[in-house]
């Protein structure tokens, strides 16, 4: 049994993490840490586990193997690294950090204890992206010509934490890094930037809304937007010299949707019923298999950073302007 802490009764963790550990059954839940006590409480009233006041007390307890880091993004760095120096294995709400100086001092203290650190990007375990990945290289719709993604929301409640620059808020790191790592999944880890824009607000100086373009070594385009400012949308497109397919609902599918993706060729137009999956949970159970296969990161500590670089470049080279305030 995998003895996990919780580092931040965030609202990510009750509706969708924590619910998936308890339907893991190698996984338990032993303590819950907020710095508010009556979180706490609540939160351990729902999952178990003792609740904590405080963060560092939870690093300290005995029946702690690991530790799901749940607090706002400008904390990660600090409280992931606090639990590698205790000892814990660490999973971490995405992104892993805001800036790649911070994912490099966390994937080298991992890699110098002998722990499994993961970023908490559930949608790269659900089936539907692998039956996508089949039909690719099965040559359905040809040779990869163009790679687009898109991930946007409707504006949050003023108060929301994603509006706190202090904290790491603003859409890059919250909804942005999702076709970013999608384009990694699909086009391999030697992408770089083109170019990308950022829409900020000149009150919160937090990004809005942005996009970005980023290619191959070979030049094959990937084309990605994000935002708080638009509808929902979550989706992403591979096109072909044959055809293309498209996935809508390809980052958050509840666990009891048939996903569908759609294969669009010159003359004919295919759509196919995939069948549903729990990605938060198989999130979890990855991260049980990597403490347990010894905890060697090996390749994946390349992605984690890989993914960190191409977010700091696309916030370093961005073409800044105002956004319409909206809250």
């Known amino acids: 049994m995998l003895r996990i802490g919780v580092l931040g009764c965030a609202a990510i963790a009750g509706r969708k993490v924590l619910p998936a550990m308890a339907r893991v059954e190698d996984v338990a839940i032993t303590a819950l840490a907020s710095r508010d006590p009556a979180k706490a409480a609540e939160f351990a009233g729902r999952f178990g586990g003792a609740p904590v006041t405080g963060y560092a007390d939870l690093l300290d307890r005995p029946d702690v193997d690991a530790v799901y880091v749940a607090v706002p993004t400008g904390l ?14 660490v999973l971490v709400e995405k992104p892993l950090t805001a800036t790649l100086d911070e994912a490099a001092e966390l994937v080298a203290e991992a890699r110098r204890s002998g722990l499994w650190l993961m970023d908490d990007f559930m949608f790269r375990h659900h089936s539907q992206h692998t039956a996508v990945r089949r039909l690719v290289e099965s040559g359905r719709i040809g040779e990869v010509r163009s790679f687009a993604s898109a991930f946007g929301i409707p504006p949050l409640d003023p108060s929301d934490v994603r509006y706190q620059a202090e904290l790491g808020g603003g859409a890059l790191l919250d909804v942005g890094v999702y076709p970013v790592q999608a384009a990694l999944m699909f086009l391999g880890e030697e992408l770089s930037v083109a170019g990308s ?4 607000d000149p009150e919160l100086d937090v990004d809005l809304e942005g996009a970005a373009l980023l290619h191959t070594p070979a030049g094959v385009p990937a084309h990605l937007s994000f935002g708080f400012r638009s509808s929902y949308r979550s989706m992403y497109e591979i096109w072909g010299s044959e055809g293309r397919i498209v996935l809508e609902r390809a980052f958050t599918p509840p666990p009891t949707l048939n996903p569908t993706l759609r294969v669009v060729r010159q003359d004919h137009a295919e759509e196919i019923t995939l069948p549903p999956d729990d990605q938060f949970a198989q999130l979890v159970r990855a991260f049980a298999r990597g403490v347990r296969d010894g905890a060697v990161l090996g390749p994946y500590a390349d992605r984690l950073l890989r993914h960190a670089a191409l977010v700091d470049d696309i916030r370093s080279q ?7 305030p909206t809250i």
């Open 318 to 324: 961005a073409r800044r302007g105002p956004a319409a």
């Open 197 to 200: 824009v950022l829409r900020v």
């Open 76 to 89: 990660h760095h600090r409280w992931a690294l606090r639990a590698l120096e205790a000892g814990k294995h």
